[in-house]
C-alpha cells in the first residue's frame, strides 16, 4: 500500500505542465497533432496492453472531435503509462497524456528543445483481468480532458 501511495503522490510534486487556463493558452493555433505512446512495462504488455492499441484509441478519439494527426508534426501528444504490481494483486497504473510542443529559450533563439506545455493524469487501481479496459477507459478519460482543453481554445 506504501508504494501505490508514492506513485499517487509523486505526480503532485513535480513541477510542470498541467491544465489550467496558462497551460492551454499554449494548445492555442494548434492545426494537428502527432501522437507518441512510451515505451510500456513487460508486466503491462503481458496483460494484453500494446503501444499500438493505445494509439489506436487515442488516434480515434482525437479523430472523432474532427482534431487532425499528423505523424509528421513536431508538436505531439505523448502517453506514458507507469505501472506496479506485487506478486499478487491488482495493478496501480498511472496514466497520464501530455502535449509537447518546440519551444525557443527567449534569451536564446538559437536554443531550440520540445517540452511539455500541458498535461492531464490518472491513477488506476485493476486487477489483471481489468487491466487492459481500465486503462482504455483511461485513456479515453484522458483524451477528452484534451479535447476539452483544446476546444477551449481553439473553438469551431
Do not use: H
Request: contains cysteine.
Amino acid at each position: 500500500m506504501l508504494l501505490l501511495a508514492a506513485i499517487v503522490c509523486a505526480p503532485s510534486l513535480a513541477p510542470g505542465a498541467g491544465d489550467t487556463t496558462l497551460d492551454r493558452a499554449t494548445l492555442r493555433g494548434l492545426t494537428a497533432v502527432n501522437i507518441v505512446v512510451d515505451k510500456l512495462d513487460p508486466q503491462l504488455q503481458t496483460a494484453g496492453i500494446t503501444a499500438d492499441s493505445i494509439r489506436a484509441r487515442l488516434e480515434d478519439r482525437l479523430r472523432a472531435a474532427n482534431i487532425p494527426i499528423d505523424d509528421k508534426r513536431p508538436e505531439f501528444v505523448a502517453v506514458r503509462l507507469t505501472g506496479v504490481r506485487a506478486n499478487r494483486g491488482p495493478f496501480a497504473v498511472a496514466v497520464t497524456l501530455g502535449a509537447y510542443q518546440p519551444v525557443v529559450l527567449g534569451r536564446d533563439n538559437k536554443t531550440r528543445t520540445a517540452t511539455q506545455t500541458w498535461e492531464i493524469e490518472t491513477v488506476l487501481l485493476a486487477e489483471p483481468k481489468q487491466l487492459y479496459r481500465a486503462t482504455m477507459d483511461s485513456v479515453d478519460e484522458l483524451a477528452n480532458g484534451f479535447v476539452a482543453a483544446y476546444r477551449s481554445v481553439n473553438p469551431k
